[in-house]
């Protein structure tokens, strides 16, 4: 089973990208997680992405996708996948192609920009263990502070406001080209393509989501033999 989850920073992709990995088996690659990890190594990748997302820039396909690509060949991968965050542009998108892998669904997730704003510029970050807070949904124990060292909190530089304003504008550039792309794959039936309404409860949404993927897998798997 191999899955992309589509939609701007702050839609929900992640928590649904944890509920589709656990309930199926599959691992989750994110981009945003690689490019992190990367970012913590410091390494030449590292600061590289650093600065691009420093000014609220997208990283370059080439970087993105050649990292994508060793993920995706590591042996956990053989039974499937799920995408969280790629591909992002119509290059990326053929690269997938390009590779051969056939890909079973894709989710785009939508969510008005008003809300993104909230829910992103809300984040609060525990950079040692990666505890994620929340000002107004998941709020700290005490503000500013995480709730079992009690170091301070951050905010990650593509969280702030300008940057996440930048995000959103380069993502909507590319996204509905990218739309349109999957919807020329679906009529070909290569694929399904589903949109979620991201301001659902979560619960609701997983719901959702589960429904979409057990009435259609089996379909799709015979029109691929």
Do not use: W
């Given at each position: 089973?191999?899955?992309?989850?589509l939609?701007?920073?702050?839609?929900?992709?992640?928590t649904?990208?944890?509920?589709?990995?656990?309930?199926?088996?599959?691992p989750?690659?994110?981009t945003?997680?690689?490019?992190r990890?990367?970012?913590?190594?410091?390494?030449k990748i590292?600061k590289?992405?650093?600065?691009?997302l420093?000014?609220?820039?997208?990283v370059?396909?080439n970087?993105?996708?050649?990292?994508?690509y060793?993920?995706?060949?590591?042996?956990d991968?053989?039974?499937?996948?799920?995408?969280?965050?790629?591909p992002?542009?119509?290059?990326?998108?053929k690269?997938?192609?390009?590779l051969?892998i056939?890909?079973?669904?894709v989710?785009?997730?939508i969510v008005?920009d008003?809300l993104?704003?909230?829910?992103?510029?809300?984040?609060?970050?525990?950079?040692?263990?990666?505890?994620t807070?929340?000002?107004?949904?998941?709020?700290?124990q005490?503000e500013?502070k995480?709730?079992i060292?009690?170091?301070?909190?951050?905010?990650?530089?593509d969280d702030k406001?300008?940057?996440?304003?930048?995000?959103?504008?380069?993502?909507?550039?590319?996204?509905?080209?990218l739309?349109?792309?999957?919807l020329?794959?679906?009529?070909?039936?290569?694929?399904?393509?589903?949109?979620?309404?991201?301001?659902?409860?979560?619960?609701?949404i997983?719901k959702e989501?589960?429904?979409?993927?057990?009435?259609?897998?089996?379909?799709?798997q015979?029109?691929?033999?």
């Amino acid at each position: 089973m191999r899955i992309i989850l589509l939609g701007a920073p702050g839609t929900g992709k992640g928590t649904q990208s944890k509920f589709i990995t656990e309930k199926y088996k599959i691992p989750q690659i994110s981009t945003g997680d690689i490019l992190r990890e990367h970012i913590k190594l410091k390494n030449k990748i590292g600061k590289t992405v650093y600065k691009i997302l420093k000014n609220g820039e997208l990283v370059s396909d080439n970087i993105v996708c050649d990292l994508i690509y060793e993920r995706i060949n590591q042996k956990d991968c053989i039974k499937g996948f799920l995408l969280d965050g790629f591909p992002r542009t119509i290059k990326q998108a053929k690269y997938i192609s390009n590779l051969g892998i056939k890909i079973n669904f894709v989710f785009e997730f939508i969510v008005p920009d008003a809300l993104i704003l909230q829910r992103i510029s809300g984040r609060r970050i525990h950079l040692p263990s990666g505890r994620t807070y929340h000002i107004h949904f998941n709020p700290p124990q005490q503000e500013g502070k995480d709730d079992i060292t009690k170091e301070k909190l951050i905010i990650r530089e593509d969280d702030k406001i300008e940057s996440i304003q930048n995000r959103l504008e380069n993502y909507k550039k590319n996204n509905n080209m990218l739309i349109k792309y999957y919807l020329k794959e679906e009529k070909l039936k290569k694929l399904k393509l589903f949109q979620i309404n991201g301001v659902k409860q979560p619960n609701i949404i997983k719901k959702e989501i589960q429904n979409i993927i057990e009435n259609n897998f089996c379909v799709l798997q015979d029109s691929n033999l």
